[in-house]
């Protein structure tokens, strides 16, 4: 293991179990993250990108449950320990995953407001967690809370402290969220979908924000999202995913001016172009991501795939093969391409 790696996700698997069916929304992923590098999860929606990125921090409600795989969290690089802690083997509710969430790893969502409390101040939720964590004074946690507000680039951090959520614009809203995460200094930010609510303007300033952020901090992002045009502004690495699986991965320039499997292709195609006119704007991806719980033989997007052979792709199930270095591509028309086929040390 090269010693920048900083979360390791190897064939992790989460599925919700129901009455009437199986769901396996997560269902043999391997991810690494690296530090002071941004990973982009890219997919449609139902594809199991939250529930992957839940996982990491044991945050999958019932009927959903990490039934296999590992998650190794690596120590930081300057303490002599190298042992990492693998976060699919601890108890959902136990100590030790608290202890990771928030200190080691933190999360943003598409929603601030499903994580920030209405009857508390913006300086009070900034710092809990580093009050809960090193246990410093109110007094303290407030003056902390100001240079993170200011580290995010909010505006009168000063007056911001003292108010409370619902006072906050969208764009703020996400700020502040952010320097919460940042609060204890986490080597890992997971995002899921933080700018889908805003508008682009906005946007463009958070993506911005996070790539300096994760630049000065040396923290891995893992940066979550359904939009290509994103993934064009942040990744360094991309990893595509299809219901549950990874369908491709690699380099960011590699994925956009060389995509191997169709659905990345199809989804390349689906980015608005800057200056099209209304009409050619977006070509959608053909049919829907099938519901939850259906089983599929084969190839998974085989159904939708414009390139799809009868009789192949409808039968058996793809395995990995490696079309150059970093990359990794899960397609029966790439298979006898290259004969690298599932190297483990290629990535
Ligand atoms: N609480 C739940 N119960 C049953 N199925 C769920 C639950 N949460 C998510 N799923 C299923 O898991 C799959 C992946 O969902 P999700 O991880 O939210 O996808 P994404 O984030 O890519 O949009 C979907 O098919 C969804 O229906
Ligand atoms: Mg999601």
Sequence with gaps: MTEDVVLDIQNLRTHFVTDDAVVRAVDGVDLTVRRGRTLCVVGESGCGKSAMARSILRLVEPPGRVVGGRIL???????????????????????????????DVAMIFQEPMSSLSLVHTVGDQVGESLRVHTGISRRR???????????????????????????LSGGMRQRVMIAMALSCGPRVLIADEPTTALDVTTQAQILDLLADLRRDSGMGLLFITHDMGVVAEIADEVAVMYLGIVVEQGPVDEIFHDPQHPYTKALLEAVPRFGASEHDRLTTIRGTVPAPGTELPGCVFHP????????????????????????EVRCLLREGTTDREESTDAR
């Design 141 to 167: 946690a407030r003056e902390y809370a100001v240079e993170l507000l200011e580290r995010v680039r909010v505006p009168g951090a000063e007056r911001v402290v003292d108010s409370y959520p619902f006072q």
């Design 304 to 327: 939708r795939c414009p390139e799809a052979v009868e009789g192949l792709c409808d039968t058996t199930t793809p395995k990995v093969t490696v079309p150059g270095p970093g990359r």
């Design 73 to 103: 969290l690596y120590p930081p690089a300057d303490t002599t320990d190298t042992e990492p802690t693998d976060l699919a083997s601890l108890h959902p509710t136990g100590k030790e995953i608290r202890s990771v969430r928030g200190r």
